[in-house]
Nanobody, 124 residues
Framework: QVQLVESGGGLVQTGGSLRLSCAASGRTFRNWNMAWFRQAPGKEREFAAAISWSENTYYEDSVKGRFTISRDNAKNTVYLQMNSLKPKDTAVYYC??????????????????WGQGTQVTVSS
């Protein structure tokens, strides 16, 4: 069974940094395509960043140049380094595993397992 557990969220001032971690269970983690999504209050869950099993990366336009997604297969963990944070980055951040079929990397229905989320709050 796949389990995803996020950590690293918190309160930070504008311009600050946080690193989110997502620890995954499963012996085939190295074959998984992974992503981070985020959901602000009253808004739909939206794509933030993704990394393929071969370490190709994808970013939503507003986080390009500020966020970096990476993975450590030895630790079954995917990371999201967030720099130059802005109040509009405030959201619950979710880690997700892409399902074993072709699908749009940017869309939530393409993902079959989700973590419980970690809150990121950026104060102005």
């Amino acid at each position: 069974q796949v389990q995803l557990v996020e950590s690293g969220g918190g309160l930070v001032q504008t311009g600050g940094s946080l690193r989110l971690s997502c620890a995954a269970s499963g012996r085939t983690f190295r074959n998984w395509n992974m992503a981070w999504f985020r959901q602000a209050p009253g808004k739909e869950r939206e794509f933030a960043a993704a990394i393929s099993w071969s370490e190709n990366t994808y970013y939503e336009d507003s986080v390009k140049g500020r966020f970096t997604i990476s993975r450590d297969n030895a630790k079954n963990t995917v990371y999201l380094q967030m720099n130059s944070l802005k109040p509009k980055d405030t959201a619950v951040y979710y880690c997700a595993r892409k399902g074993p079929y072709s699908g749009d990397v940017y869309r939530t229905p393409s993902y079959d397992y989700w973590g419980q989320g970690t809150q990121v709050t950026v104060s102005s």
